[in-house]
Every structure is written in C-alpha cells, then in structure tokens.
C-alpha cells in the first residue's frame, strides 16, 4: 500500500511539471516577424524622395561614374529604443563575418546588388550599422584587394579612379523610424553627388601625368587633400532610399 502510494506522488508530481511547463511555454511571448530583403545601389539625391525613381547612368557634371564597388560586413538593422519589448530581440543581424563585395555601378548602369534576406521582428527600427571593411576575401592581384571602396569615372573625358582602404563603422541614422510590417525590400543607396560634395576640382591633377587622375590614400598623384574629402564623405552619401518610414509618435 506505502508502495502504491509513492508511486501515486511521483505521478503526481511528473503530472504538475508537465502542466507547468507547458503553461510557462504557453506564455512564452511570441513576436510577429516579416521578411526583409537588403540591396545596395548607387543614384542621385535628387531622386532620394521618390522610390520608384531609377537612374539609367551617372553622369553629374563632368563626371560620368562608370563603376563603383564596397567592401563590407556586420550589417545589423536596430530597434528604436522605445520600441523596445521585454523579451524581442533588439538587432536583426543581416550579415556577420560575412565579407562581402557590394558592385553598385557596372559599366555605366547602376546595379541592384542584394545585401541579404532575413526574418526581422516586426517593429520600428532607428538605425542601421555596417562595416566598411578592406577587402581580403579576394585573390592578392584583384582590383579591390586591401581596398573598402573603388569608383572609376570620366572626369572631363580623362580616366579618374578614387579608391579608399578606410575602415569604419558607418551607422545611419532614420529621422523617421524604419517600419517593418509586412514582406518589404530595403535599397540601401549611395548618392554619387553627395560623395563628391564639396571637393575643389580645380585641385585635380594627374601628377605622374599617366594618363588616369588618381585619388587614394597613397597620393600617387597628389590628390591628397582631395582623398580626405571623398573620405569624410562617405558616410553621408549613404542612405536608405525607401521603406515604410512613420513619424515618431
């Protein structure tokens, strides 16, 4: 009888944690996610308020872009602190030590180049961070290689390239808060004339006279103050173009 008995407790007592366990997981919050795809391009600000605008070439000024490439890795949407809720993750992870080549311009015409397509919780999102990275996951003799970014252009039908091996954190910030609700693609773009903002073109010279003006960190050319220019420019002339953006409430 004291056998039976025991046996009934510990029944009891598997019984009472089954029923609560799955009462705990039953409360376990469950947040909605939408499926968010990524891309990168290049245009110009003036098209920045329209989203279906397309730029069929870049041609600003003098210049005539006829290709543009990044190096990047650890892109991250975040939540707006006070979007924030006990138990939803906080950070979408879009890549992570996953270097990748982003090409925005490809003989002339602007590219749509696909960053990544993840499940993101839905919500309103305030920033989205990246690392612009040198590029190391391509053979010694390419191009890109120990380089973040390269664009070749027409400069007053003269050949010019601009490269930079800077390294940094670039984190956009959205005045309106990116909304996520719902399947949607985000076009991350480069706006070319806010990339070149500001910049003396009369300071431009082919100094070793080889037929290409080059701007880059080793001022082969003596372009070096034009380098910090384009330098501390980059950051800026990057920005989402679309998304569903609301104002703060």
């Given at each position: 009888m004291?056998?039976?008995?025991?046996?009934m407790m510990l029944l009891a007592a598997a019984a009472s944690s089954v029923f609560f366990a799955c009462e705990e997981k039953e409360e376990s919050p469950q947040f909605k996610q939408s499926e968010i795809s990524v891309y990168a391009t290049a245009d110009f600000s003036f098209n920045q308020d329209d989203p279906n605008a397309r730029t069929s070439d870049l041609v600003f000024g003098t210049f005539s872009v006829t290709d543009v490439k990044l190096s990047i890795d650890n892109v991250k949407l975040i939540l707006r602190g006070e979007d924030e809720v006990k138990g939803k993750p906080s950070i979408v992870q879009i890549r992570d030590k996953n270097p990748q080549i982003l090409?925005?311009?490809?003989?002339?015409?602007?590219?749509?180049s696909p960053i990544g397509t993840v499940m993101a919780y839905d919500g309103i999102y305030g920033k989205l961070n990246f690392d612009l990275i040198q590029a190391e996951?391509?053979?010694?003799?390419?191009?890109?290689?120990?380089?973040?970014?390269?664009?070749?252009?027409?400069w007053s039908d003269i050949p010019a390239i601009f490269y930079l091996d800077l390294e940094d954190e670039v984190n956009l910030m959205f005045n309106k808060g990116l909304e996520v609700e719902g399947?949607?693609?985000?076009?991350?773009t480069m706006y070319f004339d806010k990339f070149l903002e500001g910049l003396d073109y009369t300071m431009v010279k082919d100094?070793?006279?080889?037929?290409?003006?080059?701007?880059?960190?080793?001022?082969?050319?003596?372009?070096?103050?034009?380098?910090?220019?384009?330098?501390?420019?980059i950051a800026a002339?990057?920005?989402?173009?679309n998304g569903s953006f609301k104002e703060k409430e």
């Open positions: 004291k056998q039976s008995n025991f046996k090409t925005l311009v490809e003989d002339s015409q602007p590219m749509m996951n391509v053979p010694e003799d390419d191009e890109m290689y120990g380089l973040s970014m390269i664009a070749k252009v027409m399947a949607q693609d985000l076009i991350l100094g070793n006279a080889d037929g290409t003006i080059e701007v880059g960190p080793n001022d082969i050319d003596g372009n070096g103050e034009l380098y910090e220019a384009i330098s501390d420019n002339s990057l920005d989402f173009r």
